[in-house]
């Protein structure tokens, strides 16, 4: 059985809602980067050495990463000379089969929110201006309220014009408390009076907002330190998650924020925005490989349930639909075949 089929297979019955999702969220890099794989596989029909050099160059173009690229032809290589495989049909296939492997490898780290029953549960959330952070928060509220649990905001990005407010209507479509101050205010100060507040109202989730956009990293590393000190002073062990937004439509950039905010503050996982807007989706796989940190969201799209936990067999699944498609055609071309 290929391991499109698998994939099928597991994610047949509930999952298949959630699998559209990252079909259709995956659009632009499937039509950008799918096709391309496909043309390879039939332009060269037989794999051998140009055939990996154009493929490589592929991987490259979505943003896969030099290093993941890499580390990807080489296993492909090896399972090519061990099946002894000469042409190119199911290459998809073995590429997405690949690609899974490759994120899964490493250290081991879930993408499961670290939210327990029972205590005040504090996500921190960083990340530049414009990566759609705040609008992350507002999608990741509602969605735990969904789940049932308590929710209340902070809104401790207290230098960008207009972040208060914007925190503010999320609450009010949510139905969800936000601690605020006025603007320009200390953002320390509100993650302490919106700790205060949760804990004497039993809340289950606090997120936290913070500035996106300091002067240098010093002031960066000054802030977020002091942000953290409160919290861990009022709360034992928390944050319990610091997640940082990314912005997918800004390819290797993202990759680069992502190395600085690491070494800033303890990176506990990515929420990859707009990933439904770019043909350099690969970015999931070189922010994994390349810093060990798991991406636990992924912005499907616009609407307040288009933020989806990541899945990296749904995300393989939502890149090479077209193959799978093409593979059962081919099959069902097979079969009519040889009934005649």
Known sequence: MSFFKKIKDKISGTNEVVA????????????????????????????????FEELEEVLLQADVGFETVMELIDLLKEEVQRKNI????????????KLVEIYNSGEVVSSELNIEEGRLNVILMVGVNGVGKTTTIGKMAARLKNEGKTVMLAAGDTFRAGAI??????????????????EGSDPAAVIFDAVKAAK?????????D????????????????????????EIED??????????????????IQAQTFNEVTNV????????????????????????????KFVGLGEGIDDLQPFDPEKYVYGLFANGLEMEEAEEIETETEEDK
Do not use: Y
Request: charged share 30%.
């Open 165 to 182: 407010e914007q925190l503010v209507v999320w609450g009010e479509r949510t139905g969800v408390e936000v601690v605020r101050q006025a």
């Open 200 to 208: 004497k109202r039993n809340i289950d989730v606090l997120i936290c």
């Open 20 to 51: 559209e999702k990252f079909k259709d969220g995956l659009t632009k890099t499937r039509d950008s980067f799918t096709s391309k794989v496909n043309d390879l596989v039939f332009r060269f029909r037989v794999v051998d050495e140009e055939f």
């Open 86 to 97: 000469k042409n190119t049909t199911g290459m998809q296939s073995l590429i997405s089969e």
């Open 210 to 233: 913070t500035a996106g956009r300091l002067q240098n990293k010093v002031n960066l590393m000054n802030e977020l330190e002091k942000v953290h000190r409160i919290i861990g002073r």
């Open 268 to 295: 506990t996982g990515i929420v990859l925005t707009k990933l439904d807007g770019t043909a350099k989706g690969g970015i999931v796989l070189a922010i994994r490989n390349k810093l060990d940190i798991p991406v």
């Open 238 to 255: 928390a944050p319990h998650e610091v997640l940082l937004a990314l912005d997918a439509t800004t390819g290797q950039n993202a990759l």
